[in-house]
């Protein structure tokens, strides 16, 4: 039995996703990065619309991002796909994870929000699951279990935690690590979201890692006045450049490129986002994706 707690083994591949981890076994070796502009003209009037009932947590571009983005993973099943110890598997579940500081401060406190995406959520769940998690993420003190479990190891000597955290790893490395010790590890998410707007910088690039199983990572930076290219004319319009770091060993080119334009289409045909995730698309928005 090759499943994981996490994934399934797929057996029936191509060769050459076969070799390709062997190849190249490490996935900070095969990681593809793409940079795309999204127009928020739609999406910012979706916004209003949505936060003129005055909500205690309003809707905003980030909820609307994670949920574009873990509807197109839902929809592109090779998205949530994973190489580990050389073998391929598909996720049992979607799932997103990001970092949530505490305290805007030098000395504040980081801690970790983990979301498990059900089949039928919209932006709503996603607003209220985060909305949820944050209320209690924000409580002074507060730490998740992953950071609480590094914690302890933090106040061990060294020649005692050294080995323990080299045993953990090479658990981890063989697919061996117990589920408790993962369970709120973003790495071990279908994608990781840095939100890098929220604290004032542009657009970056954001490696993958070799420990975990995720093969995505997306990079939001600061909204503002950007240029589109329309009739061989620029218009400047309110925009987000969002920064995709994938490996590239999961799926071919052409297959990130349609997810990609299937994200996009998502966020600027916002009304989508209040469509169940797993929803197929109309014979007329797949023409739209050609």
Request: proline fraction near 4%; include cysteine.
């Amino acid at each position: 039995m090759r499943d994981r707690f996490d994934g399934t083994y797929i057996k029936n591949i191509d060769s050459m996703h076969y070799i390709m981890p062997f190849m190249f076994p490490d996935r900070c070796d095969n990681q593809a990065f793409f940079t795309f502009k999204i127009d928020l003209s739609n999406l910012n009037e979706y916004l209003r619309k949505k936060n003129q009932m005055d909500p205690e947590y309003k809707y905003n571009l980030f909820q609307c991002i994670i949920t574009a983005t873990l509807k197109t993973i839902t929809l592109r099943s090779k998205l949530s796909m994973f190489i580990h110890n050389r073998k391929m598997y598909q996720r049992n579940e979607v799932s997103a994870a990001f970092t949530v500081k505490q305290e805007f401060k030098d000395d504040g406190g980081e801690v970790l929000a983990f979301l498990h995406a059900k089949p039928d959520w919209t932006v709503d769940d996603v607003h209220n699951e985060i909305k949820r998690q944050l209320k209690k993420l924000k409580q002074k003190g507060y730490a998740d279990a992953s950071t609480s479990f590094m914690d302890k190891f933090n106040k061990l000597p060294k020649w005692i935690s050294g080995p323990i955290v080299s045993f953990i790893c090479y658990l981890e490395k063989k697919g061996r690590i117990p589920k408790a010790l993962v369970e709120t590890d973003p790495y071990h998410s279908s994608v990781v979201f840095a939100n890098l707007g929220s604290i004032g910088l542009p657009n970056g690039y954001h490696h993958l890692t070799n420990w975990g199983t995720t093969s995505l990572f997306v990079l939001i930076g600061s909204a503002g006045k950007l240029p589109f290219f329309e009739n061989e004319t620029v218009q400047f319009r309110d925009g987000v450049e969002i920064g995709f770091t994938v490996d590239e060993r999961i799926a071919d080119g052409f297959y990130f490129s349609k997810s990609i334009k299937m994200l996009t289409m998502f966020l600027e045909n916002p009304e989508l986002l209040d469509r169940p995730m797993n929803e197929k698309l109309s014979d007329e928005l797949w023409e739209k994706l050609k």
